[in-house]
């Protein structure tokens, strides 16, 4: 009897990819048994495992990849009416020193704004900042006239990482960048890119320019907001973009190990992808955040979270005026209650502070009815020295005392000034 070949062929096809997706089922199963993992995380593992697989089915095959042998660039360039993450890019053109002054908290920042700019991603062969870590795309986003301009420097393989250098020294070279952007490349862009430069006897230029790393502000502003502060957490949850064909940061590696093993550039697209999607992020937060500190415009997407992170990087640049004014704005909105015991914590010794009594006290009163401490022994002090209301400090020694859940330390401070009050009122009276 004749065997239909095609037909043998197409079943063991078929077998083949049923017996994958059972190993696949069962490896689900067995990650989704430990509790510890995320869900994100136990897929990642998945992922990695079945690129693992590839790898050493392609070490296997010991096939001869002819891949390119010279850097290849990418660019993209997206028009002033461009929008992302619900956010015009044209909005960059208005973010100028002083913005960028509050969100670096460097001085070095007043006299530049963004359209002088360099924004840069790497993806790597690896996590670490080691000498073995080599940067396979540079990712490069920046204004030019009304257009903001993404190049992407692909190392085809890492004997070319020379000519990669040469290409990018040359670039920075040509263009009158005055700062760079990253998000996180204070401990890992910056470090690697310096180290190849080195190795490559090239002055790192960069090096020099005034840097912000956004991830430092990001995380001031919108830490009590959002439960992570990763780029691409905060791409989905504050602006709004789904990046449904990404690929997760911890895996590129292996992506270009594979690419490295096969020559099937597919592979580097959804990395060039990915870190288009990067910068871009990076550009639109950068806007976001820049705007919360221009008083001619009237931010509208910002609720009482967001405005206590813009007071908590105002009070770090000891803006205490306009740190007063976001919290207020807070205060505005709703916020949970522990955080608004905060913010009225801080705005009582701002008023305190600049002698504004009657906001001070309103603040203590209201912070004792939610249950603090502290605002009592404010309240006291201020009757006594102040007002030289001694009746009314004793009244408010003696609610203090009334309390049960006093500590220690303050039932002593109590009980003192309570002896102190009664020896004055007898000698007054």
């Known amino acids: 009897m004749d065997i239909d070949k095609e037909k043998l062929k197409s079943i063991r096809k078929r077998r083949e990819i049923i017996s994958k997706q059972r190993d696949i089922e069962l490896k689900w199963q067995e990650l989704?048994?430990?509790?510890?993992?995320?869900?994100?995380?136990?897929?990642?593992?998945l992922i990695y495992s079945e690129l693992k697989k590839e790898e050493e089915k392609a070490e296997k095959e010991e096939k001869l990849i002819d891949l390119p042998s010279k850097v290849q660039i990418f660019e993209h360039v997206f028009p002033s009416d461009y929008v992302y993450g619900g956010v015009p890019i044209k909005y960059g053109f208005e973010i100028s020193g002083n913005e960028l002054y509050y969100l670096s908290q460097s001085p070095e920042f007043k006299n530049i704004d963004l359209s002088s700019s360099l924004f840069l991603d790497l993806e790597t062969t690896g996590l670490s900042i080691g000498t073995g870590t080599i940067p396979f795309l540079i990712g490069l986003g920046f204004y030019l006239g009304d257009k903001f301009c993404i190049i992407q420097y692909f190392l085809p393989q890492p004997s070319e990482e020379e000519e990669l250098i040469d290409n990018l020294n040359k670039f920075l070279s040509e263009m009158n960048f005055k700062s760079?952007?990253?998000?996180?490349?204070?401990?890992?862009?910056?470090?690697?890119?310096?180290?190849?430069?080195?190795?490559?006897?090239?002055?790192?230029?960069?090096?020099?320019?005034?840097?912000?790393?956004?991830?430092?502000?990001?995380?001031?502003?919108?830490?009590?907001?959002?439960?992570?502060?990763?780029?691409?957490?905060?791409?989905?949850e504050l602006l709004g973009v789904l990046r449904e064909d990404d690929i997760p940061s911890s895996l590129i590696p292996n992506i270009y190990f594979n690419y490295l093993r096969s020559g099937d550039f597919s592979l580097i697209e959804k990395v060039l992808y990915h870190n288009e999607q990067d910068l871009l992020s990076l550009l639109s937060l950068i806007i976001i955040g820049g705007l919360y500190f221009k008083k001619e415009r009237k931010i509208n997407y910002a609720d009482g979270l967001d405005f206590f992170g813009v007071g908590r990087l105002l009070e770090k640049n000891k803006a205490l005026e306009e740190c007063m004014e976001a919290y207020n704005k807070a205060l505005n909105f709703y916020v949970p209650q522990s955080l608004e015991i905060k913010i009225k914590k801080k705005l009582s010794y701002f008023y305190k502070k600049t002698e504004q009594w009657e906001k001070a006290i309103a603040l203590w009163e209201e912070l004792a009815f939610l249950g603090e401490v502290h605002p009592l022994r404010e309240l006291a002090i201020y009757y006594e020295h102040r007002e030289k209301n001694l009746i009314?400090?004793?009244?408010?020694?003696?609610?203090?005392?009334?309390?049960?859940?006093?500590?220690?330390?303050y039932r002593k401070d109590f009980e003192k000034r309570l002896i102190r009050l009664d020896r004055k009122l007898r000698k007054f009276f």
């Open 32 to 45: 989704e048994k430990d509790e510890d993992l995320t869900r994100r995380e136990k897929l990642e593992k």
């Open 180 to 236: 760079i952007i990253t998000y996180n490349g204070r401990g890992f862009d910056l470090p690697i890119l310096e180290t190849r430069f080195i190795l490559n006897r090239k002055n790192f230029s960069l090096k020099s320019f005034p840097h912000l790393d956004f991830l430092i502000p990001a995380r001031i502003l919108w830490k009590q907001k959002y439960r992570s502060c990763k780029l691409s957490h905060l791409c989905r």
């Open 392 to 409: 009314k400090a004793k009244e408010i020694v003696e609610r203090a005392l009334d309390r049960g859940d006093l500590s220690e330390h």
